[in-house]
T-cell receptor, first 116, second 114 residues
Framework: AQTVTQSQPEMSVQEAETVTLSCTYD???????LFWYKQPPSRQMILVIR??????QNATENRFSVNFQKAAKSFSLKISDSQLGDAAMYFC?????????????FGKGITLSVRP | DAGVIQSPRHEVTEMGQEVTLRCKPI?????LFWYRQTMMRGLELLIY????????DSGMPEDRFSAKMPNASFSTLKIQPSEPRDSAVYFC????????????FGSGTRLTVV
């Protein structure tokens, strides 16, 4: 079974600075998808960014980018120019491509605070 | 599109009562998932459906929990009888196939059992 590990429960960043949130996963599959979700205090789960394992290029969405290291099974999220609205809980997630395992497996999450 | 719609947003009930949570997925999505979120256990998958058929219910904690999807636009999660340890936020999410689309989540139902 796939597992997702977020070892840092909390992180803090100064507004306008850059922060990196870590995530590792364990799988025997060669093809899969990785996601970062944001959960602000409103509790709505918001998809931030996705990465397809067969793509070597790291995904980027505006201020959000990932560092995907397939061999190391590492998938970190970098937030540039941090804003107060980035304060939230962030979840890393793994999904198999097809079949009975087509469900998201989440890490425990990391709480990010942004200092003004 | 209105997104995934869950109701109610908040529910407070007494121990022993029946609770029904409702979900309307995004039209055209063929996967539907029910998750439970607590501080202690994080996000747990309870059950998911593909084309209205339950695929994996191994996360349903016990027989007090049941879920149905009578058609492509509606699903329910029922707890009978409810217990204080069922207090949590329950999320419904839906997705297209294939898997790279990720999920769209509803806003969740906060359940408090007193």
């Amino acid at each position: 079974a796939q597992t997702v590990t977020q070892s840092q429960p909390e992180m803090s960043v100064q507004e306008a600075e850059t922060v990196t949130l870590s995530c590792t996963y364990d799988t025997s599959e060669s093809d899969y998808y990785l996601f970062w979700y944001k959960q602000p205090p409103s509790r709505q789960m918001i998809l931030v960014i996705r990465q397809e394992a067969y793509k070597q290029q790291n995904a980027t969405e505006n201020r959000f980018s990932v560092n995907f290291q397939k061999a190391a099974k590492s998938f970190s999220l970098k937030i540039s120019d941090s804003q107060l609205g980035d304060a939230a809980m962030y979840f890393c997630a793994y999904r198999s491509p097809t079949g009975a395992n087509s469900k998201l497996t989440f890490g425990k999450g990391i709480t990010l605070s942004v200092r003004p | 599109d209105a997104g995934v719609i869950q109701s109610p947003r908040h529910e407070v009930t007494e121990m022993g009562q029946e609770v029904t949570l409702r979900c309307k997925p995004i039209s055209g999505h063929d996967y539907l998932f029910w998750y439970r979120q607590t501080m202690m256990r994080g996000l747990e998958l309870l059950i998911y459906f593909n084309n209205n058929v339950p695929i994996d219910d191994s996360g349903m904690p016990e027989d007090r929990f049941s879920a149905k999807m009578p058609n492509a636009s509606f699903s329910t999660l029922k707890i009978q009888p409810s217990e204080p340890r069922d207090s949590a936020v329950y999320f419904c999410a839906s997705s297209f196939h294939p898997a790279h689309y990720g999920y769209t989540f509803g806003s969740g139902t906060r359940l408090t059992v007193v």
